[in-house]
């Protein structure tokens, strides 16, 4: 009984510690967003690798969403379905290519171009 007082104590007079900020659904640095009415598509470059997601502006609900990228000559790789906050990340191969990313949410897409050249 007296430990189980001692712990309930340290927990509440334990100091709240501060949360960490929400990782990034790809490796490596952000080369492009493209923001569009229902969500945001994010292309990220690692070495050889370029990964991409799309995220729905309001979270929540369950909603069509869908993710591909492409390398120039190559297979895209593609998530799709029905998703609460993001389709992806998806990720190829991208040495010495262009990569194109498309991303939809309900409906609505956008795409990059082929960009990373």
């Known amino acids: 009984m007296a430990l189980v007082a001692a712990v309930a104590a340290l927990t509440v007079a334990a100091p709240a510690v501060p949360q960490a900020e929400a990782a990034s659904p790809c490796p490596g640095r952000l080369a492009k967003t493209v923001s569009f009415s229902t969500?945001?598509?994010?292309?990220?470059e690692r070495g050889d690798y370029a990964c991409a997601v799309t995220l729905a502006k309001r979270p929540g609900v369950r909603r069509s969403m869908a993710v591909s990228l492409q390398p120039r000559g190559g297979r895209a790789a593609n998530d799709s379905g029905r998703f609460t906050r993001q389709a992806g990340p998806v990720t190829v191969h991208s040495l010495n290519r262009c990569v194109r990313a498309t991303g939809s949410v309900s409906g609505v897409s956008r795409s990059t171009g082929w960009i990373l050249c």
């Open 39 to 44: 969500g945001e598509l994010r292309v990220y």
